[in-house]
Every structure is written in structure tokens, then in C-alpha cells.
């Protein structure tokens, strides 16, 4: 049965990859009672974790697409979307902050902030999503729970506030000392389900003091209350606790716990700091654009009573066809229902709605404000939102960016085309990054994604879900053509070769244009086209953007004016305006200095500060600017902007330079023109391709 | 066309040295005042200076994150472009932005010497050859002069010149010639020492040697608001 919505928890576990999340959301599907075994990631029973369900994550140990589940804990109802580490997913972690109330920062306590956290970190604090802070992995070697807190105060700027020490670490890792009760917690147990809370061992004593206060320092800010308790000595347990949720809440405050998840360690006190911490939905502004008033911005209530308002963050193509995850932020989705679609407009009558747990699912007769869940047979996209119909709000529509890396893929036999196919368009409306097309020069099916990765993965998974067999070409850049300057055409297509003959004029001139893709204005008067040929004229244009005439590739940031011409009265005709419009685009862009843009990556290299001389180097060779470097004494990161061309095979190189000790992540940042020795080299290669197709 | 009317718009060049640098070659110059008053933006002024006349400008803090000051250029950047109505500032902000490095360092983890070793990284791969150093939020306590002087040299054998942040205290006595208790004894090394003065509203920009000394040129002021000097 439902709680009220102040006993529910929309959490996310975000972190680097390795730092161990998806041990942990196993851990508290375990502790919840959801689950009945614990199976490794990378378990020798063969089952792999819960929350990985696609196969390949469980080969790889790896989460690739957010897996939604929801728990009980202290009577309190918890939605916990597992994210994935790599950057190439970010897509899945942004959509999955999108719709979080709060979320586990999971960090290793021997790797510390790693370059992901250091992006996560940033997607969280682009949703303002309040965090606590989870070090992991205690029994490893190495494990150094104070220098990670250290590091999660100078690195992201956090008001990093210890809320427990370890008994012991490494090997000797036993347990830990909570600072509010003040009691040493051990977990017993095979699976360390029993708790056994005992005194504070003689010799961490003066330590938990010393961090007890600490922590009261840091809270206090948010408690006047707690100010005063502690300077009359009279803390309680809820004092401290409240002013440490106020904090959190504000993201003035990150409360940092440690255990270790795989060793069954330190997992129910996060479970309780989740509870006792993080907000439930009421908590959280949220916000809506009115499209009936300008877009302007309205904050949604969070009532069930009040018309809907939801969002769909993941789609997915399962066995009992289209599965979409919803949260609901107003009113309340219950099957049977006719929602709207407010990017399509189309009616949608609610089918079943269900709570998902990994791949497993349970049937719920409704989705409240404030909770997640998932819907059957809707038709839409990930980030739509849906409405009834007595409002016209659409939720902040989300950044996606564009493809920058393209790949070539033949299927094996006839059989895996099909397979392919279904895979291909499966996966390109579960992830907007991911897109597919058929080149029209060759034939093949193109796959465009975000990074090596990206691509990678997809390809496998067509494999392993689909048994598409697939060969693979080598990646390519999405290289662009865009012009550089005003120039006018003015060309006239003539044909006269038997039966009806062919005539349009069109004159006019192109300009390059900054944030558009392509801008058609129509400036004829007095009819020296005729209207019912203009669209004619603006399709020949656009029939010319596919392939740019400098190197075949697609033109951007271009304006077409057109502002004179001619017909005849019986031989003008849509096609020969169409042939006209070609004529005068390729006549135009000739003078227009045409030049190739290419996608430039922002690449964030952590390194130990001895090797930041040659990582620097490193990216230096690779047409890189080196924007900033920022030392923090024994290891430094630095920003530099690199084009993706250059970055093939990057991590091989930086490993062997670094003795596999930096790593680096990459995103798109923007299109830039390439320098003309490449743009030599890239001309010099479209010649022979053009050779060879001709030979 | 843009980037010329920005340089020559520049009120920083109003310091009486109308042709390119202030300074020259080894040359040191330090922008003094109290916390909170707009020494870094000053200095972000000086290096937007520098930027669009295509110096390479390299940007030590030792007090703010990259993102800071990114921030900071930014901010500067485009208050200086709506100050003076100019669009279209992408293209002339992507080029100067492409001149600047940034190093940021602990206060503690910063030194001369591993300044030197960063700077010869630097140009030995040919990565980044600085016209002009920037170095924001070093502390001028004991064994500074040592250190300065040993930069001085790195600056004069590099072709560089120094541009230093200098915190003063309300409570600091200044010396016989006028200098603050942080630049005592230190002032001979330095061309051009400019202090910022608030005085009731207004945030004055004074010079305490070298540059503004003449009295042909007006009177600057900080604008609070914009972060910009103005007359």
C-alpha cells in the first residue's frame, strides 16, 4: 500500500565506474528484503547483480541503462534508479538526475573523486539533487576514508561532514562508530544482516569526540536550536539529525558515510540516512514551462489531487513491447486514464502501470505525485511529458547532444539484418544520443553516438539481445561543411531536349548563420517566381545540405535568401526550379569560402602531478589547447580542448605514459574549423574516394 | 575591426602607456588593496588586455578554482563588451581565450622553483610559450624578496613580464614612502604599483609608482557594479 509522500525517497547511486554502486543497490535490495540472495557483479554463481539485467552488463560488470526498483525501509517507500559510471552514458545519469529528489555518492575510499565523480558531481549539481556521501570499499587496501573526504571538500567543494569513523580499515575493517549515537555498529551475520551495536572501543574514543564535534560545528549553521543544545551540552539525537536534513536539503551539507558493500558492511545506516536525510518529493521545487503563457516557468504542487503532470525519463522495448518510466509530478496517473502527450498532442489512454523492480514488475493500480513507475504500451519518446488535458505545462525539456562519432555496421547474414533493424530503432528511442541512418553513397547502416564506447556497447547488445551478428567499420568523425561569407547566386536552368522543355531562375545570395542549421527567407516581389514554385526552390536547397560540394559532408549554419528570378510560362516547373535551386546553391557556395568544421572535445585528464609534464605533452601533439591546469599536490587535472579525430586510442596512450595511474574523461564542447593541413589531408582522401567509386 | 576598438577602448591603457605593454621584459607589477575590493578584476582587466592583443597570458591562482577563474574572465569579458554595445563576441572571445593559460596551486603547494619547472614544461614542448604571468593570491610574508627576485631573473631570461595581486590590512601602518606594510622593502623590485582606494562609495584606482603618476591623465575609478574600470 502507498505511503503519503513525505515517507517517499526518489534516490539515485551515481559514481565513477568500479567505485562499487551497483554492489551497493544490491546490498539495500538484500537489507529491504526485496531480494532474497545477493549475487556479485561480477559473481562467480554466474547471476550477476540485480540491478544489471542486461546481459552485457553482467559479462562486463558495468550498468549500462538505468534500472528503476523501489524498497521499503522504516515505513518508508524508496525509488532507487541505478545509474551508469561511464561517460559515454551520461545521457542515462542525466535523465535519471532529472527526476531524482536525492541521490548516493558513491565513492571508492582507495581511488577517492575520480575524473566520473567530478562529472557526476556536476550533473548533480546542475538538478540541484542533495547528495550523501557513501565510501565504499573500507577493506581494500589502500582505503583511506579521511583523505576522500578531504578530497570531496577541495576537489567538488563540498561541506564534506563525516557522520562516522571506521573500526579498522583494510583487513581489519570491523565496523563503524556513529557519531549522532555515539555506539560502535558491527554487522554479523553471513550476510551482515544482524546489527550489533555496542560502546565505542577504548581507543577510537577521543576520535569520535573530536569528529562529534565537528560534525555539531558544521550542522549547527542550520540550527539555532542545535547552536544553543551545544552550548548548554545538551545535543540529542533529532537535533542533530535535523539540522544535519536542513543542511542536506540546501546542498549546504554533504553527510559522508563508509562501509564496504561487497564485505555486507556499513549498507543499513546509509539505508537510514536516506530516510532520516535525503527530501521526499514536497520537498523539492519543481518546475514546469507554461506553454499558454510564454513558456514562463510554474512550480509544480505535488498534489494528487491536481491535474497531471508527468515526465517520461527512460524508454524501453521489453518483452511485453514499449515500457516507459514515468515520474509523476502533480496529480496522479491511474490506469485507465487519457493522458496527453504535449509534444505530439496525441491522446493516450493508460494501459497497465507498474512499479518495476530491475526487470522483474508488479502491477499498481496508479502513480501518485511524487512517485516513479512504469507505464505499458504508450507511445512517445524519452523526455516527453504528459498532461491532462486541462493544462498545457511541459517539464524543462533536457540538453542532448549532438552525435559526434559515427560507425559503419553490415550485418553477417540475412537473418541478422532484420534483427538489426528492430535493434537499431529500439535503441535509437531509448537514447536520443543514439542515431541511425543509411548512407546513401554506400549503402551501409550508420550508427552515430557519443564516444568509442557508446558505439561499442550498442553493437554488442545488438549481439547478445537481438543475435544481429554485425561487422564493423571503422569509426569515422562527423566532420561539417559551413560557409564563411555573403555571396550571391543567380543561375538559370534551361533544358530544352525534346517534348517540355525545363526553365527556372532563381537569384539570390547565402550567408553563413551562427545558431541555426539552415535558414530559408523568401524576399520575391512582384511574383518573378512564381508562390506555388517556392517551396520548390526550398527543397532544391535542402537536397543540397545532405552533402556539402566541398567534401561530401553535411552543410551547416547557412542562409538562403532569394530575392529575384524567372519562369516560363509553360516550361517552369516544380522539378526544374528544384534543379534551378541546386544550380544556384553550388553556384553561391563556390564563392562563399567554404570550410570543414570538426567536433572538438573537452578532455578532463587526471593525473599524479609528476606525469603532468608529459600528459600535457601528450595532449599537445593531438592539436590540443591546454586551457587550465589545476594542481592539488599530488595529483593535478588538466582541461584542454582536443579534437575527437585525435582522440582514437587516447586511453592506450595515456596509460603507458602514466603506468595506467591518469584517466581522462571526454564530451562534445563544440564544432571548430579545421586547420588546413587537415583540411588538405581530409580533401586529399575524398579524392581518392571519389576515385575509387568511380573506378 | 571589434578587437582593435576593444584595445583601444580598454580605460586600463589610460595609464599612460599608450603603446602595447605596460610593462617590459622582467618588468613587475602589482595591484594592491584590501580583501573584496576588486584585485582580481583588475588583473582579469590587465590579461583581456594582453589576450586581445594576442599575448599569451598565463593565469596563476592560488586562491580560486579553474572554474573561478573562468568565471571571472567571463564576467569581465562580457561586462567590457556591454559596456561598449559590442555583439557578436564569440569569435574574438573564442580567439583570446585561446592565448591564456590557467595553473591554479595551493597556497602551501606553490613555489618558484616548481613555477620553473612548470614553465619549462611548458616551453620545452612548445605547449605554451607566456608573454605575461599573472599570479593571483600570493602571500607577501617573510622570504618573499628571495623569491621574487629569483622570478624576476626566470621573467627577464623568459621575456615575460609579472603581473602580482598584493592583499593589504586596514590595521597595516604604511611605510616613510607611502608603500603598504606588504610591499615595504620589496617596492624597488616593482614598475608599476597601483592601488585601489575605496573612498565613500567609490573605489579609487591610484598609482603608487610608476604609470599613473603623471597628472595629465583622469582620475580612474573601479565600478562596483560592472567590476570595470572607468573614468
Known amino acids: 500500500m502507498e505511503k503519503t509522500s513525505e515517507k517517499v525517497r526518489n534516490i539515485g547511486i551515481s559514481a565513477h565506474i568500479d567505485s562499487g554502486k551497483t554492489t551497493l ?35 562486463r560488470g558495468i550498468t549500462i541503462a538505468s534500472a528503476a526498483t523501489y524498497c521499503e525501509w522504516q515505513d518508508h517507500e524508496i525509488n532507487i534508479i541505478d545509474t551508469p559510471g561511464h561517460v559515454d552514458f551520461t545521457i542515462e545519469v542525466e535523465r535519471a538526475l532529472k527526476v531524482l529528489d536525492g541521490a548516493i555518492l558513491v565513492l571508492c575510499s582507495v581511488g577517492g573523486v575520480q575524473s566520473q565523480s567530478i562529472t557526476v558531481d556536476q550533473q548533480m549539481k546542475r538538478y540541484k539533487v542533495p547528495c550523501l556521501a557513501f565510501i565504499n570499499k573500507c577493506d581494500r587496501s589502500g582505503a583511506n576514508p579521511s583523505r576522500v573526504i578531504e578530497q570531496l571538500k577541495t576537489k567538488l567543494g563540498h561541506n564534506a561532514v563525516a557522520m562516522q569513523i571506521p573500526i579498522g580499515l583494510e583487513a ?21 544482516e544482524n546489527i550489533r551495536v555496542e560502546d565505542i572501543p577504548e581507543s577510537l574514543l577521543s576520535e569520535a569526540v573530536g569528529k562529534r564535534e565537528e560534525l555539531i560545528d558544521v550542522a549547527s549553521m542550520f540550527s539555532d536550536e542545535l547552536m544553543e543544545a551545544a552550548l548548554e551540552d545538551n545535543v540529542t539525537d533529532e537535533l542533530l539529525i535535523s539540522a544535519v536534513r536542513r543542511g542536506t536539503i540546501a546542498r549546504e551539507i554533504t553527510p559522508v558515510f563508509i562501509g564496504s ?88 489512454k493508460v494501459g497497465r502501470v507498474a512499479r518495476m523492480h530491475a526487470n522483474q514488475m508488479e502491477d499498481i493500480g496508479k502513480i501518485s505525485a511524487g512517485y516513479i513507475g512504469a507505464l505499458f504500451g504508450i507511445d512517445c519518446a524519452s523526455g516527453d511529458t504528459f498532461v491532462h ?121 547565402m550567408e553563413p548563420v551562427i545558431e541555426e542549421e539552415f535558414v530559408f527567407e523568401n524576399k520575391i516581389t512582384g511574383g518573378a517566381i512564381p508562390t506555388q514554385f517556392i517551396p520548390a526552390c526550398e527543397k532544391g536547397f535542402r537536397k543540397c545540405l545532405g552533402k556539402g560540394p566541398k567534401m561530401e559532408f553535411p552543410v551547416t549554419g547557412l542562409k538562403i535568401v532569394i530575392n529575384d528570378g524567372q519562369s516560363h510560362s509553360v ?56 586551457l587550465a591546469s589545476q594542481d592539488e599536490g599530488y595529483i593535478c587535472v588538466i582541461e584542454a580542448q582536443i579534437p575527437l579525430a585525435e582522440m582514437f586510442g587516447y586511453s592506450t596512450v595515456l596509460r603507458s605514459l602514466t603506468q595506467g595511474k591518469a584517466q581522462f574523461t571526454m564530451e562534445f564542447y563544440i564544432y571548430k574549423q579545421v586547420p588546413n593541413s587537415v583540411a588538405e589531408e ?8 571519389k576515385k575509387k567509386n568511380v573506378a | 575591426m571589434l578587437k582593435k576598438e576593444l584595445i583601444f577602448r580598454n580605460p586600463l591603457r589610460l595609464t599612460g602607456h599608450e603603446a602595447e605593454d605596460i610593462l617590459h621584459s622582467g618588468g613587475f607589477g602589482a595591484v594592491l588593496a584590501r580583501a573584496g575590493l576588486g584585485k582580481t578584476a583588475i588583473l582579469v582587466q590587465l590579461a583581456l588586455d594582453s589576450l586581445l592583443r594576442s599575448r ?43 592565448h591564456r593559460l590557467i595553473m591554479t596551486f595551493k597556497v602551501d603547494g606553490f613555489s618558484v622553483p616548481k613555477l620553473e619547472e612548470r614553465l619549462t614544461d611548458l616551453i620545452e614542448q612548445k605547449i605554451f610559450l607566456p608573454q605575461v604571468i599573472l599570479i593571483d593570491g600570493l602571500p607577501f610574508d617573510k622570504g618573499i624578496r628571495e623569491s ?57 584606482v591610484k598609482a603608487l609608482k610608476g604609470g599613473l603618476e603623471a597628472c595629465d591623465y583622469p582620475e580612474l575609478l573601479l565600478d562596483p557594479s560592472t567590476m570595470l574600470v572607468r573614468q
Open chain 2, 148 to 204: 621574487l627576485t629569483e622570478l624576476k631573473k626566470l621573467a627577464e631570461n623568459s621575456s615575460m613580464h609579472v603581473w602580482f595581486t598584493v592583499r593589504t590590512h586596514r590595521h597595516d601602518e604604511p611605510g616613510l614612502d607611502g608603500m603598504p606594510a606588504s610591499l615595504l622593502h620589496l617596492s624597488d623590485l616593482f614598475d608599476i604599483i597601483i592601488q585601489l582606494q575605496p573612498e565613500g562609495k567609490e573605489i579609487h
Open chain 1, 682 to 689: 581530409l580533401a586529399k582522401k575524398a579524392a581518392e574516394k
Open chain 1, 25 to 59: 543497490t544490491e546490498r539495500i535490495l538484500f537489507y529491504t528484503k526485496r531480494i532474497h540472495a545477493i549475487h556479485d557483479v561480477k559473481g562467480k554463481d554466474g547471476v550477476g547483480a540485480t540491478m544489471d539485467s542486461m546481459e552485457l552488463e553482467k559479462e
Open chain 1, 172 to 192: 581489519d575493517f570491523e565496523g563503524v562508530v556513529d557519531l549522532v549515537s555515539m555506539k560502535a555498529v558491527y554487522f554479523d551475520g553471513i550476510n551482515g
Open chain 1, 571 to 626: 516550361d517552369s516547373s516544380e522539378m526544374a526550379f528544384q534543379a534551378a535551386a541546386r544550380g544556384a546553391f553550388l553556384e553561391g557556395y563556390a564563392k562563399a569560402k567554404p570550410v570543414i568544421h570538426e567536433p572538438i572535445m573537452k578532455v578532463v585528464v587526471e593525473t599524479p602531478t609528476e606525469y603532468q609534464g608529459a600528459v600535457m605533452g601528450s595532449l599537445n601533439q593531438r592539436r590540443g589547447i591546454i
Open chain 2, 56 to 98: 599569451n597570458v598565463l593565469h596563476i591562482s592560488l586562491d580560486d578554482s579553474v572554474k573561478k577563474v573562468c568565471l571571472w574572465y567571463e564576467e569581465v569579458f562580457r561586462n567590457i563588451a556591454d559596456q561598449y554595445n559590442i555583439r557578436q563576441i564569440e569569435e574574438l572571445w573564442e580567439a583570446a581565450v585561446s
Open chain 1, 389 to 509: 488535458r486541462d493544462v498545457n505545462l511541459t517539464m524543462t525539456s533536457m540538453y542532448i547532444p549532438e552525435p559526434v562519432i559515427s560507425l559503419a555496421i553490415i550485418p553477417k547474414h540475412s537473418a541478422a539484418e532484420v534483427n538489426m533493424s528492430k535493434a537499431l530503432n529500439r535503441f535509437s528511442k531509448e537514447d536520443p544520443t543514439f542515431r541511425t541512418f543509411v548512407s546513401e553513397e554506400t549503402g551501409d547502416t550508420i550508427i552515430s553516438g557519443m564516444g568509442e564506447l557508446h558505439l561499442e556497447v550498442y553493437v554488442e547488445r545488438m549481439r547478445r539481445e537481438y543475435n544481429a551478428e554485425v561487422t564493423t567499420g571503422t569509426p569515422t568523425v562527423s566532420y561539417r561543411e559551413t560557409i564563411t561569407r555573403l555571396a550571391e547566386f543567380n543561375y538559370t536552368h534551361k533544358k530544352q531536349t525534346g517534348g517540355a522543355g525545363q526553365f527556372g531562375r532563381v537569384a539570390g545570395y
Open chain 1, 261 to 348: 558493500a561487497y564485505k555486507n558492511k556499513g549498507v543499513q545506516p546509509i539505508l537510514d540516512a536516506v530516510t532520516n536525510l535525503l527530501p521526499c518529493p514536497s520537498e523539492i521545487e519543481n518546475l514546469a514551462l507554461d506553454l499558454s503563457n510564454n513558456e514562463a516557468e510554474v512550480i509544480l504542487s505535488n498534489d494528487p489531487q491536481k491535474p497531471l503532470v508527468a515526465y517520461a525519463f527512460k524508454i524501453e522495448e521489453g518483452q511485453y513491447g514499449q515500457l516507459t518510466y514515468v515520474r509523476v509530478y502533480q496529480g496522479t496517473l491511474a490506469k485507465g486514464d487519457t493522458i496527453f502527450n504535449i509534444r505530439t498532442g496525441k491522446k493516450l
